[in-house]
Every structure is written in C-alpha cells, then in structure tokens.
C-alpha cells in the first residue's frame, strides 16, 4: 500500500459514514431489515444501503445490490468523485478547521445532530459487531476458525455467552444435539459441544451429527439416551467420541449397556484428554511454529476446554 493509499485508509476510518450518508439526504429505513447486524438506510431515490462496521479494519462498508465497499467506494462510485478528490473530501470532513468544503460541513453538523433514531441504532450495531468480535476471539482461544465455524451445525457464536455455552456441559440429566442433515451418516457421542466441533474439524466431513451428554450418564441423561439409541437407523454409525482416559472408557461401557445390540465404534482423540482439548493443542502447536493456526491466536480472552 503505498503513501496515498495509506491516507486514504486511515481518514476513511475515520469518517463516520452513517453520519455522511445522512447529510446526503439518506434516512433510517423503515421497513423490516432492519437488524442489529446492519443498519439499512434509504437513500432520496427509495434505493437501499446496508452499513456494518467492520471490526478487523475498524471502517464502515456498505452494500447495494450493484455494488459494496467503503467510504471512498461510494464517493466514487455513487458522487461521481476521483480517487484524489475523495481523499481530499475525507480529510476536510474530519478537520473540524476546514469550513471551506460545504458537504464537510454539513456532514459535521449531522454527525454532532443524528436522529435519535438513527443515533440508536448506530450504537446498537456497534455493540453487536464487539460482542461478534469477542466472540470470534474467544473461539480463537479454543482453536476454531471463525471463518470456518458451521453455525448450521452448531448454533450461531454472536457473543461470548454463546462460546462459554459451547464450553460448558449441557444441565444435569440434559442432552445437548447438533442439527441434523438428511446426508448425515454417523452419530457421534461427546462431552461437550465444544469436542463436537472438534470432531467435525478433524473426522466429521460434513456427514456427522452430534449428541454431548456431559461427563457422566445420571439416570435422566441414561433414559433419554436409551430411547434415543432404540431409535437409531440401521445406516447410521455411531461412534462413541468420549475423552480418553479411566472416565472416558466408563461413559463408554455405560453407553454400549445401554443398546448393547447396537454396534457401536470407539474413537477417543489421538492426543489430549478431550477433542477440544486436542484442537487447542493443535491450534498453539501452529502458532509456535509460525504457521496460521485453525483458529488463530485469541490474545485477550481466555476459555478453557477442561
């Protein structure tokens, strides 16, 4: 990226475009998209914008059905501006000094009056996209890839609360299940949601469905499984993914007792107490190698698979 390029960047960050889409005669819309995941807002031909913030380079985007991008996007694309000129209209939006460009400072005086409205669901968004950002980073921490997490499968991450919820043993005498695909062709039984990420990560291959029961079969948990396994179709595997070790081995006899007519396969980790465990293992492993890991590094929380 070269200097101009550079400029660019950081004033386009700097610039608030809800604000600036405001001063342009662009209103909230009123209709049902609106989202914590964006803001729509309408434009004085009736056409659409959808906003977001984007975290990882801290600058707003939009997108219309004919194009997406940045600030500078639109002012090219949309005010018929040059690269040069774009530049020059961020930098005097931002200067409080420069009263000498008009729209700068229109766009000053909406930005310091935005619509309550509009205003609240600015803040909304923005607090949607950090708890999406925390959420990412805590599924960094556990070795997932953000990118690469099937929400499908296991349930939207949007917060923190919904990593811990992957973390943690579902409630006593409770089962915990992944959605299931017509495809699917093995069950898979864990501990926790989290190893039923990781099992799909290494083994799954998009034909797996999974159960997590916790690390002990109470009698609920015990009644439920058994109607579960007396249900089980023909074609299906079932594969016992329980952690390894003298508990692992247990919960695994305990579940065969349970449809002892069943075959069932055993299929602990290669390493590491647990599936997640083993993902977390393999994700630091990368980092210490210089690679990029599966789910890269989570620098600022903390989740831990034990």
Known sequence: MDS???LVARFERALDLPAYLESRGFRLAETGNQSREHLAMEGPRGETLLLQKDATRNVWTYSDPESRGTAVTFLERREGLDRQASLELLIACVDERRRDVPAAVQYREHLRAMPDDLRQAR?????????NRDANKGLECL???PRAFDAWRFGTVRSRDDVGNLVAEPKPGALWASKYRATDRVVVFVER???AVAYERRHGG???CYIATGGSLD????RRLSHLLAEAKGEMRVVIGYGNGHRGEEMAGQLRALAPMLPMERQGPEFGARWAEQMQLEARHARSLGRKPQGGPGRDLEFSVG
């Not at 909304?124 to 996209?129: I, T």
């Not at 009698?219 to 015990?222: G, V």
Request: charged letters at 40%; aromatic letters at 0%; hydrophobic letters at 35%.
């Open 123 to 131: 803040a909304d968004h923005l607090a949607e996209v950090e708890r």
């Open 143 to 145: 070795g997932v890839d």
């Open 219 to 222: 009698a609920e948990r015990s």
């Open 4 to 6: 101009h390029e550079m």
């Open 193 to 195: 949601p989290i190893d």
């Open 206 to 208: 998009q034909e797996a």
